[in-house]
C-alpha cells in the first residue's frame, strides 16, 4: 500500500536548469495537490488539480507548471530553476466533494545553487 | 488575508504527561479541521480532524477540541511518549480543494 509517491527524494539543480518532480498515488482519489514548506512557514499551496484534466493555481504558482497526466500522476515542472525555489515540495492527494484529509508524499528536498 | 496560527513554536513535555497544542484560526467560515504530525524528513501525517458542528472528537490517546466562539483549536495528547515528538500542525478547510496550514509547534518528549 504505497499512498503516495514522490520522486526524486533529493535533487540539486544550478540556477537556469529545468526538472520535473513526480507524483502518483494509487488510493483512486480524484484530487491532487503541490505544496512547498520552507523554514519558519506552513505548507504553501502551488497548484492543485480537482480532477483529471483540471489544474489551478495555488497561492504561489509563479515559476512553476504542472500536469495532470491521468487519475494517478501530478507533476510538477521548473522551467528555470532560481535559488528562491528552494524548498522541501510536498505531493498529496484527497477524495473530492466533502473535505477530507489530504494523503502526503514523503517529500523532495530541492536545492537551486 | 486569512490564516492559520499556532500559538507556542517549542513544547517541552516530560514523557507520561499530557501535551497540549494550540491553534488559532481567523477564517469563521472554515468547516473543517486538520491535525498533521510530521516527524523529521517525512511527510506530514493525518492525526485527527474535527468538522465544525462538534466542539470534541475523540482518537486513541489523541483529543481536538474546536471553539468557534475565539476561533482556537487545540490537540490534546495523553501519556506522551518519545515517539510523539515531532512538528504538528493545523490546517483549516478554506474551500472545498484548499487547506491554509498554520507553522507548525514542535513537540519534544523529555524522558
Known amino acids: 500500500n504505497a499512498g503516495v509517491t514522490q520522486t526524486p527524494k533529493f535533487q540539486v539543480l544550478k540556477t537556469g536548469q529545468s526538472m520535473t518532480l513526480q507524483c502518483a498515488q494509487d488510493?483512486?482519489?480524484?484530487?491532487m495537490y503541490w505544496y512547498r514548506q520552507d523554514p519558519g512557514m506552513g505548507l504553501r499551496l502551488i497548484y492543485y488539480?480537482?480532477?483529471?484534466?483540471?489544474?489551478d493555481k495555488g497561492e504561489v504558482p509563479n515559476g512553476y507548471n504542472v500536469s495532470r497526466l491521468n487519475k494517478r500522476e501530478f507533476s510538477l515542472r521548473l522551467e528555470s530553476a532560481a535559488p528562491s525555489q528552494t524548498s522541501v515540495y510536498f505531493c498529496a492527494s484527497g477524495k473530492t466533494g466533502v473535505a477530507t484529509e489530504a494523503f502526503f508524499g514523503q517529500g523532495t528536498r530541492l536545492t537551486v545553487v | 488575508g486569512e490564516s492559520v496560527g499556532l500559538h507556542l513554536p517549542t513544547l517541552s513535555v516530560q514523557e507520561g504527561d499530557n501535551s497540549i497544542i494550540n491553534c488559532a484560526y481567523s477564517n469563521s467560515a472554515s468547516d473543517y479541521f486538520i491535525w498533521y504530525k510530521q516527524e523529521s524528513g517525512k511527510g506530514p501525517q493525518f492525526i485527527i480532524d474535527?468538522?465544525?458542528?462538534?466542539d470534541k472528537r475523540q482518537g486513541q490517546r489523541v483529543t481536538v477540541l474546536l471553539n468557534k466562539t475565539v476561533k482556537h483549536l487545540s490537540l490534546q495528547i495523553a501519556a506522551t511518549q518519545p515517539g510523539d515528538s515531532a512538528v504538528y500542525f493545523c490546517a483549516e478547510n478554506a474551500g472545498t480543494y484548499k487547506y491554509i496550514f498554520g507553522t507548525g509547534t514542535r513537540l519534544k518528549v523529555l524522558a
Open positions: 474535527i468538522r465544525s458542528n462538534m
Open positions: 488510493m483512486n482519489h480524484n484530487s
Open positions: 488539480s480537482a480532477s483529471e484534466g483540471t489544474t
